[in-house]
């Protein structure tokens, strides 16, 4: 059984059988699927099925501005997806062959262990359980953030520790559950959470006033904020509740595939670190830096140790642009958000994030 028909198999159990309406899936043939996935070689599958699809298909929010969200027309923009546009680039030399599928936070791994999207790409946050129980593999920190709130300036709360009693909108299938409840619980506070299964149905209830607050990532708040009737009769409390690396996630047991999700951003990171960007990415092609010429394939072929073509991260620049780039106009100073690069700038330039060398 190869692993697409693994996925396959997952994918009809999910939806109710494969061998006619109504019928069910027998328990040997399960566990036939599931050994044959545990003895599957390190490396068959995703990539394949993508090219002989002609398309990645990604998990993306679809409700949330600066990391995932359709316009009217279905053109999705955002900093999540982006990265799904720098994987179609480096497979086909063509940021367009993405089909963004949108996901809320109870239904995204349900939908990437089925096999229903290729990657999840998703403002989701990387924890110990999420690799260990869902069979998932975080790639890597794209985003570093942390849980706040934001509450009405009229409330006059200058301080998360101010909200014992306080009613609280969060969405559920979180992690912002379980912070919210230990972050009351470690002070002593009185907590009455009210959830939601949608983003935006939790955002409304407390823009209609069912809450005096509401509480997500910080990056997330800001983001949020934009869409309140009254934006600016609202404030981001300071305090950071959390720590939330954010990460794009794939299924266990393809390397291969694993290895060109986390190395897309190692690439775009260690493009902007080496000064490299969709305007003179085509100069740099002609630098004499060992470095640069490794990651723009123009010595050697690193690319093949992935499965790609050796101008691999020549057309993620090209086409898509260095981590800077597509932070900036999605989140930074050329965006609505305005978020500073703080946790998310070089590790150069004061922040965490760093790219292991193309060598």
């Known amino acids: 059984m190869s692993f697409s028909e693994i996925r396959s ?7 109710g059988g494969s061998a006619g309406k ?69 497979i086909f030399n063509d940021p367009t062959k993405v089909k963004f599928v949108a996901l809320t936070a ?38 570093y953030d942390g849980q706040g709130f934001i509450v009405r300036k009229a409330l006059k709360v200058n301080s998360a520790l101010e909200l014992s009693d306080a009613s609280v909108c969060v969405q559920q299938g979180t992690t912002t559950e379980l912070n919210l409840a230990d972050y009351f619980r470690a002070n002593r506070m009185k907590l009455k959470s009210v959830t939601f299964a949608q983003l935006d149905e939790a955002l409304k ?14 990056s997330q708040l800001y983001s949020v904020r934009l869409k309140l009737a009254k934006p600016d009769d609202h404030v981001v409390l300071p305090e ?33 670190e080496l ?13 004499e830096n060992p470095e640069i010429k490794r990651l723009l ?13 050796k101008d691999w991260a020549y057309r993620i620049v090209k086409l898509v642009g260095n981590y800077a780039e597509v932070f900036d106009r999605n989140l930074g100073v050329g965006s609505q958000l305005k978020i ?6 070089l590790w150069t330039k004061g922040g965490i994030q760093y790219g292991p060398p193309v060598r």
């Open 275 to 287: 000064n490299i960007n969709k305007s003179n990415v085509d100069e740099q092609l002609k630098s």
């Open 9 to 15: 198999t997952f994918r009809d159990m999910r939806r």
């Open 205 to 218: 209830a407390y823009d209609t006033g069912r809450c005096d607050a509401f509480t997500t990532d910080v």
């Open 340 to 345: 500073t690069r703080g946790l998310n700038a």
């Open 106 to 143: 109870k239904d995204r791994f349900t939908a990437l262990q089925s096999g229903d999207v290729d990657v999840l790409a998703r403002n989701t946050t990387w924890t110990s359980s999420r690799e260990t129980q869902l069979g998932l593999h975080a790639t890597g920190p794209n985003y």
């Open 22 to 90: 109504g019928s069910v899936m027998k328990p040997s043939i399960i566990v036939a699927a599931v050994l044959a996935a545990l003895t599957l070689p390190a490396g068959a599958g995703t990539l394949d099925d993508v090219r002989a699809r002609g398309m990645v298909i990604c998990g993306a929010n679809g409700q949330l501005p600066g990391f995932g969200l359709p316009d009217a027309q279905g053109n999705w923009t955002g900093f999540d997806v982006d990265y799904c546009r720098a994987y179609a680039a480096t």
């Open 297 to 309: 394939g123009s010595e050697q072929n690193f690319g093949e140790q992935f499965g790609l073509t």
């Open 240 to 272: 950071i509740i959390s720590k939330e690396p954010l990460s794009p996630f794939v299924r266990q047991g393809d390397d291969q595939w694993f290895n060109i999700v986390r190395w897309v951003h190692f690439a775009m990171l260690n493009a902007e």
